[in-house]
């Protein structure tokens, strides 16, 4: 498929490559190529995003303490719809203020004002205690802008991976380096 | 999914853009030469067993001999085609991406939505363009009218090869630039005529399968 020489043409984005060598015009499919590949991926996760409703609508539980019903490395599945009212008992996914880790429990106690703003305790199954400790310094409720999403679906063990290359960096740049290579050689 | 577009006609793999199983077809051997090849170049030596590469040689020969042998010009339009939707599609995926980050999520919801799906339609569009307008044509050739009056005739050349067979099936088709009707002739023949038991290319067979192919065309052109 590649344009040995320089050969008259009479369409316009051809005539772009007229002045370009070779490597120029190969490099360029190449970056595409690349280029498609990334945005597929990133479409499908906007996608997501926007179905769901949530910011960050896959998430890997990274703590023991929803065991039994999540164990550390089990990906979950959130949606945040605005018609659905956060209730007792439900298992929500919220974000600390000042913290960029989300953290995934149970809520405990709801307080409901008649225009439908709530203010929410969490607690994790298997701690002794509610959340009040993790909170913000003079917090002691959630609100629904604190939610990143309800836990609707999971898949258990997959996320191991993630939580892997977060521990160890080494290790993700090994598996990068890998995928790299593996797609270089595949082209030759 | 929408991996293997730019390379897509030729890799045979899932429909969409880039090459998530498909090897970047660069014609195997001859394509560092950036200027005219002659068809006595250096031979094609490919691995045998690798039915893709066997494909792009046999496809990169042949695109060889019609361009140098019968001196035609070849016209880009095809893959120019697949090139611009790609382009489009990334820069939906750039828009998108950029806007994110600007106004963070909420607030972005509206045009996240309309470049995700305007990025599946393009990639819809894409399939489409690949299946019906490109088929597995790898060559469009112009032949300019000597006279310089009539509009040029168009030769189209495409192949295929199923996966583990050892029937290649070439077929060229030639378009009148005067009274626009088409005419295509086809041979299928076992890749093991072509190709000798180190994987080198023969062009000394190969070659005049073409031209007897070409020569059927143009033949019944003067008759007409």
């Known amino acids: 498929m590649c344009r040995k020489g320089l050969?008259?043409?009479?369409?316009?984005?051809?005539?772009?490559?007229?002045?370009?060598?070779?490597?120029?015009?190969?490099?360029?499919?190449?970056?595409?190529n690349f280029g498609m590949i990334v945005s597929s991926a990133l479409m499908i996760w906007k996608g997501l995003m926007v179905i769901t409703g949530s910011e960050s609508p896959i998430v890997v539980v990274l703590s023991g303490s929803m065991e039994p019903a999540f164990h550390r490395g089990d990906l979950l599945f959130l949606t945040n719809r605005v018609e659905d009212p956060i209730r007792v008992g439900e298992i929500v996914v919220f974000r600390i203020e000042g913290r960029e880790i989300p953290i995934v429990h149970r809520v405990l106690k709801i307080h409901e004002k008649q225009n439908g703003h709530i203010?929410?305790?969490?607690?994790?199954?298997?701690?002794?205690?509610?959340d009040r400790g993790?909170?913000?310094?003079?917090?002691h409720w959630l609100e629904k802008k604190d939610v990143v999403g309800r836990a609707?679906?999971?898949?258990?063990?997959?996320?191991?991976?993630t939580i892997l290359m977060n521990d160890y960096?080494?290790?993700?740049?090994?598996?990068?380096?890998?995928?790299?290579l593996f797609v270089l050689v595949h082209r030759e | 999914m929408a991996a293997a577009a730019v390379q897509g006609g030729r890799?045979?793999?899932s429909g969409g853009c880039s090459g998530a199983g498909g090897a970047s077809n660069c014609g195997t051997g001859s394509g560092r030469s950036g200027l005219l090849d002659k068809i006595d170049d250096k031979p094609v030596k490919i691995d045998k067993w690798d039915g893709s590469a066997v494909k792009n040689s046999l496809d990169d020969s042949a695109k060889k001999v019609l361009l140098e042998k019968y001196k035609y010009v070849e016209n880009f339009g095809l893959i120019d085609g697949r090139l611009t939707i790609c382009t489009i599609s990334c820069f939906f995926a750039i828009v998108a991406l950029i806007w994110d980050y600007m106004h963070p999520f909420p607030e972005s919801k509206p045009v996240l939505a309309l470049c995700v799906i305007s990025y599946f339609v393009m990639m819809g569009i894409l399939t489409i363009y690949t299946s019906y307008k490109e088929k597995s044509i790898f060559l469009v050739a112009h032949r300019k009218d000597p006279t310089g009056m009539d509009p040029d005739d168009i030769w189209q050349l495409?192949?295929?090869?199923?996966?583990?067979?050892?029937?290649?099936t070439l077929k060229l088709t030639f378009i009148s630039g005067r009274t626009k009707q088409q005419r295509e002739a086809e041979f299928t023949k076992s890749i093991a005529k072509f190709f000798d038991h180190s994987g080198t290319l023969v062009m000394d067979a190969y070659e005049p399968e073409i031209s007897?192919?070409?020569?059927?065309?143009?033949?019944e052109r003067k008759i007409k």
Not at chain 1, 7 to 32: E, P
Not at chain 1, 119 to 130: C, I, P, Q, R, S
Not at chain 1, 152 to 161: H, K, L, S
């Open chain 1, 7 to 32: 050969r008259q043409n009479n369409n316009f984005f051809s005539s772009c490559h007229v002045w370009s060598t070779l490597y120029t015009c190969k490099l360029y499919y190449q970056v595409l």
């Open chain 2, 158 to 168: 495409s192949s295929s090869l199923k996966r583990f067979d050892d029937k290649y």
């Open chain 2, 11 to 13: 890799s045979g793999g």
């Open chain 1, 134 to 139: 993790l909170y913000k310094q003079g917090q």
């Open chain 1, 152 to 161: 609707r679906g999971f898949v258990p063990y997959i996320g191991i991976v």
């Open chain 1, 169 to 180: 960096p080494k290790f993700k740049y090994a598996v990068l380096f890998l995928l790299g």
């Open chain 1, 119 to 130: 203010k929410f305790l969490t607690k994790g199954d298997n701690n002794a205690v509610d």
């Open chain 2, 212 to 219: 007897r192919l070409h020569d059927s065309l143009a033949i």
